[in-house]
């Protein structure tokens, strides 16, 4: 299982990004995938998730309205949209999966956010 995150960069307050994560070694369309965020001090958090379907997501409150999950299966690969950026939205982003006993992790993607 093999999971890479992209996109991720210095952007301004207000600012949007889309980060990537392209997925390898498991059947992708067949799991549910999630993005988690960890500020620096800070315990690690789920972000969103999108079902294997593609039918049904989940955010957290504090990316409600602002950040939007999405999935291609025929790239094996799901996206966050993230807009209205804010200095507290600074963290590393990774993407999981949680396949049978085990949740594998990407190695992250550092998104910043200020002036």
């Known amino acids: 299982v093999q999971l890479v995150e992209s996109g991720g960069g210095l952007v301004q307050p207000g600012g949007s990004l889309r980060l990537s994560c392209a997925a390898s070694?498991?059947?992708?369309?067949?799991?549910?995938m999630t993005w988690y965020r960890q500020a620096p001090g800070k315990e690690r958090e789920l972000v969103a998730t999108e079902t294997s379907a593609g039918g049904s997501t989940n955010y957290a409150d504090f990316v409600k309205g602002r950040f939007t999950v999405s999935r291609d299966n025929a790239r094996n690969t799901v996206y966050l949209q993230m807009n209205s950026l804010q200095p507290a939205d600074t963290a590393v982003y990774y993407c999981?999966?949680?396949?049978?006993?085990?949740?594998?992790w990407g190695q992250g993607t550092q998104v910043t956010v200020s002036s």
């Open positions: 999981s999966a949680a396949i049978y006993t085990r949740r594998y």
């Open positions: 070694g498991f059947t992708f369309s067949s799991y549910r």
